[in-house]
């Protein structure tokens, strides 16, 4: 329905998963404008309006008629507020996810059949804890138990005090929960409310009890409740075998002749040398994901190791980054290109044409794309950090299948290209490690029941 990364996985995988275990989980997001919108069929469920202050709107709820995704997708439109391209980004976001909360919790109110449970991801969603607990006219969903997922603690939802007159009533013994340093935070409502607060790894979990942009004070009061469980990935929709986007498909078995045709494939669009060993790097180019390193450390291995590799680049975010990005390729002709922009079939492409996947981000809550790495046999270069520590071992160890460094520098990256390319010399090692990564199974079936078990507890 829409995406701009890992949260977007995580949400349409948990209740597909969870619905496989028999549970009855469905998803309720703000309704964007998005194309899916348009491929699907809606039946409207629930008309309804709320208000901020004196200012009332009208909401509508609909439902994805066909159950397509394995589970019930539930949008809320209201319009000119949230049906809108990108899923945030405006000057009146706070307002816009503020006003989805309102909206989704009045809905919930008119149910015959409360959930049990309510499972909010990141500040967009962090304050329903609060609202079910605390606002008088909310009473009806009192007992309901809540979870908090952090994907990243970074964005924490602050809005100004004067947002404070949008919330219906609530006990203003309570008020202390809403803020935090005299501004409103939505994280930080969601960290001090729900029963359970839970990062998308446990190594993120462990960092953010030391350094939680200013929310670590918080996270070592509540760090009873607190638990990190590793993302899994959609097995099915990330499967080489059957995947409709490669241009061939492969398994196990067949991992290395598939990879090398994908990359002829790839290469030929893209003028780069199929020969070489390929390295890409997928995702936003911001610097918590050490894309800033990037066009220093290409520049410099190409001069240093000319036709010793090819690179590709596939991601957007900061201008600065996108436009070194984007030069190098005037410079490297037919050793490095790039594409600056979204675009989901590519990068299934890339997962399965390269040899190496480069992440050297400097936070990392969980990270996907290296889980996405191992299943399609392309070996992932990680800085060892977050979720990264967690699901990459270096070949040097035991059982290792990634190329690890610890620091997110220039000259580390460049270290870690050097092994690469020795590393895609050895044959007969690239043929056992491309086969002992797709065998690692990363799905959502372990994550899943840690959630369930952790839904158990407080219920
Ligand atoms: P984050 O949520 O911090 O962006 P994750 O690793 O958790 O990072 O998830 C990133 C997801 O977004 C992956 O599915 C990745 O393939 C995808 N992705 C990121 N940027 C792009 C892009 N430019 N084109 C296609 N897919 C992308």
């Not at 949008?75 to 816009?96: A, E, F, M, Q, S």
């Not at 309510?118 to 809540?146: C, G, Q, T, W």
């Not at 780069?272 to 790097?281: A, N, Q, R, Y």
Request: glycine share 8%.
């Amino acid at each position: 329905m829409a995406k701009v990364g890992g949260l977007a996985d995580v949400a349409g995988a948990l209740p597909k998963y969870q619905c496989q275990l028999g549970h009855d989980a469905s998803l309720v997001m703000p309704m964007h404008r998005t194309p899916f919108l348009d491929t699907h069929d809606w039946d409207v469920i629930h008309k309804g309006k709320v208000f901020m202050g004196a200012h009332g709107f009208d909401y509508t709820i609909i439902r994805e008629s066909t159950s397509v995704l394995g589970f019930s997708l539930f949008c809320i439109d209201i319009h000119g507020l949230l049906d809108r391209d990108k899923v945030y980004g405006y000057d009146d976001d706070p307002y816009r996810f503020l006003a989805f909360q309102l909206a989704a919790i009045d809905w919930f109110k008119t149910l015959d059949h409360l959930p049990d449970l309510i499972h909010v991801h990141d500040h967009h969603s962090a304050l329903i804890p609060f609202l079910m607990k605390h606002v008088y006219e909310n009473e009806k969903l009192r007992e309901i138990k809540s979870v908090l997922t952090i994907h990243n603690a970074q964005y924490q939802g602050w809005m100004d005090p004067g947002f404070l007159h949008f919330i219906p009533h609530w006990d203003d013994w309570k008020t202390g929960l809403l803020l935090w340093e005299g501004q409103i935070n939505a994280l930080a409502c969601g960290i001090k409310c729900a029963d359970r607060v839970t990062t998308v790894s446990p190594n993120y979990m462990r960092e953010l009890h030391d350094q939680a942009h200013g929310l670590s004070v918080l996270i070592r009061e509540e760090f009873v409740k607190c638990k990190g469980i590793l993302n899994g990935i959609d097995a099915v929709v990330w499967n080489p075998a059957t995947d409709p986007m490669l241009n061939k498909n492969y398994d196990q078995l067949s991992v290395t002749e598939g990879k090398q045709k994908n990359k002829e494939f790839l290469c030929k669009e893209w003028n780069l040398d199929p020969t070489l060993p390929l390295i890409v790097f997928i995702g936003r180019l911001v610097d918590d994901k050490g894309a800033d390193l990037l066009p220093g450390a290409i520049s410099h291995f190409l001069e240093t190791h000319p036709g010793a590799a090819s690179f590709f680049i596939l991601g957007n975010g900061q201008f600065n980054i996108e436009k070194s990005l984007e030069q190098l390729s005037h410079q490297w002709v037919g050793y490095y290109n790039s594409q600056i922009r979204y675009n989901e079939t590519l990068s299934h492409q890339l997962y399965a044409s390269a040899d190496f996947l480069i992440m050297p981000s400097r936070v990392e809550p969980c990270g996907l794309n290296q889980m996405y790495a191992l299943r399609y046999g392309t070996v992932p270069m990680i800085c060892r950090t977050g979720g990264l520590a967690d699901t990459v071992i270096d070949v040097g160890d035991q059982g290792g299948v990634g190329l690890c460094f610890d620091r997110p520098s220039v000259s580390d990256i460049l270290h870690t290209f050097n092994r690469a390319i020795h590393l895609f010399a050895d044959k007969p090692t690239m043929i056992r490690l491309q086969k002992n990564m797709m065998s690692i199974n990363h799905s959502w079936e372990a994550s899943c029941k840690e959630y369930i078990d952790l839904y158990l507890q407080i219920h």
